[in-house]
């Protein structure tokens, strides 16, 4: 008789997974009709969803009905880490598509601009974030978290955009083609890029110790992708992608694309760095090795629809709003909101100005790189899974993400009201309807 090699593991329970799939259907759900709902009253779909994961959270359902609360979403860490990896597989692919908007030649054309845009559109926020971490009390920052890393971590959270959010936001309000649009994609992808460096950085210190060691590895793992990512990279996923793509076989090259985009992040995440930075990179080198738009549309689709409404309603899942009834608390909040509008704004308006655009434009400009929406969204997540920041940070970092994200239409849509149009821009124009996508 062959022996088997180990002992066998018993499959899920039949309760556990009748809760994961109530978990998946009822977070969906709620997540693509409070999307809706905020679509069509002119703020992007993330605030619904996240607006969805609230509702169903401690905040509200929990309060109003502990017991159906407590059977749905139970404090189980087995039961909470199969919706977490659902979200995780969601948030990745999301991430590595956000990093196919990157487009080498916005910088190029524009990188003397764009460079003073994104310089102080990033430094500023940082500062001030920075700033505040080292002043703010606990349990705003957790007792066990050293204060350089909060700090650190906070000034990381509030200098970054979310281009998948400016990009929504630019194509809904039309003014994607336009030059202030154009800046503000390519500044704010350049300010992502340097937030996920960041944002890696922060995790090592986390959870390696902030000595100068763990500093001077993490600055080497980061090199070391942005090299790969950069040279070898770009070249093999030139061969591979391009090759699946020219056989016109659909699925094996979103097959491969989701490959590449895994393997990325599991590299990073073996350096001890951020799996999603990886996963950024990854979509940099697919978008320059050549890949457009309409070779991801099936996978975006997907990602878009399901997966990442998903992964939204979870983390509004860990938003308390009870822990801000406190005053300190929520005056805390108020603070970390008015230094991420203020500091962004200030930034942004300064590097424009700086760069030799008008008044109006660099209002433009503030505006549209204030909207933090999905990356600070997953930071925000990705400090709380690593113990970096509590519930009352979190709370404080998805507060802005929302604050943010419904501010930037209506100030965008009257900034760029009074800006003429481009002989330029109309041309552009005419390229972009190309990839509008009604949802």
């Known amino acids: 008789m062959t022996e088997l090699a180990g002992p066998v593991i018993a499959p899920i329970g039949a309760d556990a997974l009748l809760v994961f799939l109530v978990q998946l259907a009822v977070l969906l759900a709620a997540a693509r009709a409070l999307g809706s709902i905020a679509g069509k009253l002119g703020m992007p779909s993330v605030v619904g969803e996240l607006l969805a994961g609230v509702i169903l959270g401690p905040s509200v359902f929990g309060k109003v009905l502990p017991s159906v609360s407590g ?42 601009a764009t460079m003073m845009i994104s310089f102080f559109g990033l430094v500023i926020p940082l500062g001030l974030g920075i700033a505040l971490g080292f002043v703010a009390p606990i349990p705003m920052r957790p007792a066990d978290t050293p204060i350089f890393v909060f700090a650190l971590f906070l000034g990381t959270a509030l200098c970054v955009s979310a281009i998948p959010v400016i990009a929504k936001t630019l194509l809904e309000l039309g003014i994607a083609h336009r030059k202030v649009g154009q800046f503000i994609l390519a500044a704010g992808m350049f300010d992502d890029a340097v937030g996920w460096c960041l944002v890696s950085l922060v995790s090592a210190l986390a959870l390696h ?51 590449l985009i895994f393997g990325s992040a599991a590299l990073s995440h073996s350096l001890g760095l951020e799996a999603i930075f990886g996963a950024f ?100 997540m990705i400090g709380l899974r690593m113990g970096i920041i509590g519930v009352e940070a979190y709370t404080a970092l998805i507060t802005v993400a929302v604050v943010t994200s419904m501010m930037a239409p209506p100030l965008l849509r009257w900034a760029m009201s009074g800006i003429p149009e481009e002989d330029e821009e109309e041309e552009r124009a005419q390229r972009y309807a190309a990839y509008e996508v009604k949802t």
Request: charge should be positive.
């Open 281 to 380: 990179l990854c979509g940099m080198m697919l978008v320059s090795g050549g890949l457009r738009p309409h070779h991801i549309a099936p996978l975006n689709t997907v990602v878009m629809s399901v997966l990442a409404p998903i992964f939204f309603a979870t983390a509004g899942l860990r938003m308390d709003l009870s822990v801000l009834v406190t005053g300190p608390l929520l005056l805390i909040t108020a603070a970390v909101v008015v230094t991420a509008v203020v500091g962004k704004f200030a930034g942004a308006f300064l590097g424009g100005m700086l760069g030799g655009l008008s008044r109006r434009e660099s209002f433009a400009l503030g505006a549209g790189m204030n909207a933090r929406g999905v990356i600070e969204v997953i930071i925000a």
């Open 209 to 259: 110790g902030s000595g100068p060691e763990t500093l001077v590895i993490a600055v080497v793992g980061i090199g070391v992708l942005v090299v790969l990512a950069l040279l070898p990279g770009r070249i093999l996923t030139r061969k591979l992608v391009l090759g699946v793509a020219e056989s016109g076989n659909t699925t094996r090259l979103l097959a491969l694309i989701v490959v």
């Open 71 to 112: 059977w749905l979403f139970p404090a189980i860490p087995e039961q909470q880490h199969l919706i977490d990896a659902v979200g995780q597989v969601g948030v990745i692919l999301l991430v590595g598509i956000a990093g196919m908007q990157l487009d080498p030649e916005q910088f190029r054309r524009r990188l003397g």
